[in-house]
T-cell receptor
Framework: GNSVTQMEGPVTLSEEAFLTINCTYT??????LFWYVQYPGEGLQLLLK?????DKGSNKGFEATYRKETTSFHLEKGSVQVSDSAVYFC??????????FGAGTILRVKS | DTGVSQDPRHKITKRGQNVTFRCDPI?????LYWYRQTLGQGPEFLTY????????KSRLLSDRFSAERPKGSFSTLEIQRTEQGDSAMYLC?????????????FGSGTRLTVV
């Protein structure tokens, strides 16, 4: 079946620290991969995506590379800000008809 | 375009009552999805429509749940005889067929509390 596993949180970092949130997946075929972010009280926002192996998605300083050999799509950012505090969801779309989400990782950034 | 709109934002209901939620997708999007998100979990797929046709339903969607998209535009999700376990955030999303790689746009959700 299709599933996504994310590292458990919360992840607590100081401002300007390096961020990594691990995401691995199990899927049939060749899914598209996504990271979504959810700020308190708001809906999900697409952060970045990758559609095939070795693609790198990037947005707002965040990056993730589609690694087929390790079935991973880890989220990274070189220097986090307090405003990055949110819940981050890794997701895959196996056939383009729905998303399968991980459980989410809470990120807390301290000033 | 104002994105995906959901109404109401919050709903508190007594156990056993029926509730209905509405979702207005992005106008040019022909696909519409419903998800349920409980505290501390990722969204779980419930069902999706392509135009007015309901193409897939999750086993999470019990007989008490029904969704419609009568004219291929807005959609409603009804829960009959609500139970406390139905308390969750109900999210709607839309997309354009053939452009899955552009992602799915989500609404802000309807938070249901069953007391």
């Amino acid at each position: 079946g299709n599933s996504v596993t994310q590292m458990e949180g919360p992840v607590t970092l100081s401002e300007e620290a390096f961020l990594t949130i691990n995401c691995t997946y199990t899927a049939t075929g060749y899914p598209s991969l996504f990271w979504y972010v959810q700020y308190p009280g708001e809906g999900l926002q697409l952060l970045l995506k990758a559609t095939k192996a070795d693609d790198k998605g990037s947005n707002k300083g965040f990056e993730a590379t589609y690694r087929k050999e390790t079935t991973s799509f880890h989220l990274e950012k070189g220097s986090v800000q307090v405003s990055d505090s949110a819940v981050y969801f890794c997701a895959l779309s196996p056939y383009g008809n729905k998303l399968v989400f991980g459980a989410g990782t809470i990120l807390r950034v301290k000033s | 375009d104002t994105g995906v709109s959901q109404d109401p934002r919050h709903k508190i209901t007594k156990r056993g009552q029926n509730v209905t939620f509405r979702c207005d997708p992005i106008s040019e999007h022909n696909r519409l999805y419903w998800y349920r998100q409980t505290l501390g979990q990722g969204p779980e797929f419930l069902t999706y429509f392509q135009n007015e046709a309901q193409l897939e339903k999750s086993r999470l969607l019990s007989d008490r749940f029904s969704a419609e998209r009568p004219k291929g535009s807005f959609s409603t999700l009804e829960i009959q005889r609500t139970e406390q376990g139905d308390s969750a955030m109900y999210l709607c999303a839309s997309s354009l067929e053939g452009q899955r790689n552009y992602g799915y746009t989500f609404g802000s959700g309807t938070r249901l509390t069953v007391v």
